[in-house]
């Protein structure tokens, strides 16, 4: 396909499908244990809850503070290496590190240990999702491609939820779940290595648009731009709402229902959230790309304004079918707006490097994680004073949006 004398090509979407798979099963390997807490630290010789479910928390705890402390060098490698070989890298660490989890997975010191392995994977895969974007697609298609690589995600996370205890229920013992997971992400590092490739034999876009500065140029560049600014602040509020109420999924509904939700409604709200966000991020993303503009913010103002009335929504309604209805609206809008944020922050601060400028709001976004999972230990037990903060910072990072300005990319030098 012609397109302005450069060249689009059918192979983006090959690169894409695998780049997603890859993004999938880290997430997947993050998510293993969310819906078997208890099953799991019975079966490593945990005596107590208290002492267990500790030890198994700590599991996840190690992938936030792998995207803390290895964004900022996955960064610089994507630079430095390039796509092929920096995601290679992720990729090739995860598959080696899901088999040794699943070969050695009866032993919890040895899971531990292991898991740091994903830890320091998971940056070079989530933070690139703009580089398969920039290097493979045209400008008015990069939001649907940043879009693939968050669904991944969140279907990882899904499929980590609920595979997990159906693999458990179907008489598979912890270890043999975790070799399956094993073998399909070796799987998947080999045809991320055999199919995919750094960049089309041709940009997808004009030459001055594929153009893109070094990675400390762009990083300094990025900073200095408002645009930008204002994006790592509203993705910086949005993460870490995100991670905070998914965290804390269980105690917060079941507080404002007043047990009226078990922990298996509790896990298919989960699912409604990321299942419905990945409906919305595609089909947010497809609306965005094909407004003639090219415009991002007037959909990210609107997104959120109902995302929010949506997150607003689980104080008000009761019973799992209300506790649904709340999940769709904050699922579909704010989860499936985020890669409009993504894109936005992209185009604010070229030519600095999609995956520098997604590198850094991803930061920013598990930085918030913790921040506010922590600042959450001060609302002890009282969940309905914690959504309200949650609903509160929602405002806060709408407002910001409106200092924002449209930025298009064919105007920028």
């Not at 192979?11 to 993050?30: A, D, K, N, P």
């Amino acid at each position: 396909m012609k397109e302005q004398n450069y060249q689009v090509y059918g192979y983006r979407w090959v690169v894409l499908g695998i780049y997603g798979l890859c993004t999938g099963i880290i997430q997947l390997m993050w998510t293993t244990f969310f819906s078997i807490t208890t099953d799991s630290w019975k079966y490593y010789g945990f005596t107590n809850a208290t002492e267990g479910e500790s030890a198994i928390s700590l599991l996840s705890i190690i992938f936030m503070a792998g995207m803390i402390i290895v964004s900022i060098p996955s960064l610089a490698a994507f630079e430095k290496f390039g796509f092929k070989k920096a995601v290679g890298f992720g990729v090739v660490l995860t598959g080696v590190c899901a088999l040794l989890r699943g070969f050695f997975g009866d032993n919890y010191t040895l899971v531990l240990i292991i898991t740091f392995g994903f830890a320091i994977a998971q940056p070079f895969l989530l933070n690139s999702p703009g580089l398969v974007a920039g290097k493979w697609f045209p400008e008015k298609e990069r939001a649907t491609a940043n879009s693939v690589g968050l669904l991944c995600s969140y279907l990882g996370m899904c499929v980590g939820l609920l595979l997990t205890p159906v693999l458990l229920e179907s008489g598979m013992t912890i270890k043999e779940m975790l070799l399956t997971y094993g073998i399909i992400g070796a799987v998947a590092a080999v045809l991320f290595l055999i199919f995919v490739k750094e960049k089309p034999p041709t940009p997808p876009c004009p030459e001055e648009q594929a153009m893109r500065s070094d990675f400390k140029e762009g990083i300094k560049f990025a900073l200095k731009k408002k645009n930008f600014i204002l994006a790592l602040l509203i993705f910086f509020c949005m993460f870490g709402i995100f991670n905070t109420f998914f965290t804390m999924i269980e105690p917060i509904l079941r507080t404002l229902t007043n047990e009226g939700v078990d922990a298996t409604q509790v896990g298919i709200i989960g699912v409604i959230i990321l299942g419905i966000g990945i409906v919305g991020s595609l089909i947010l993303s497809l609306i965005s790309d094909k407004d003639k503009h090219h415009r991002r913010l007037p959909y990210m103002i609107a997104v959120s304004i109902i995302g929010c009335i949506g997150l607003a929504l689980f104080l008000v309604l009761k019973g799992f079918s209300g506790m649904a209805v709340a999940a769709a609206l904050y699922g579909f809008f704010i989860v499936g707006g985020a890669p409009l944020t993504l894109t936005f922050a992209a185009e604010s601060c070229y030519p600095t490097s999609e995956g520098t400028s997604e590198g850094l709001l991803m930061f920013a976004g598990n930085v918030a994680g913790v921040i506010f999972l922590g600042a959450s230990s001060l609302f002890g037990t009282n969940h309905h004073m914690l959504m309200a903060a949650l609903i509160a910072v929602t405002i806060i990072y709408i407002i910001l949006m409106f200092f924002a300005k449209e930025v298009k990319l064919a105007k920028q030098k």
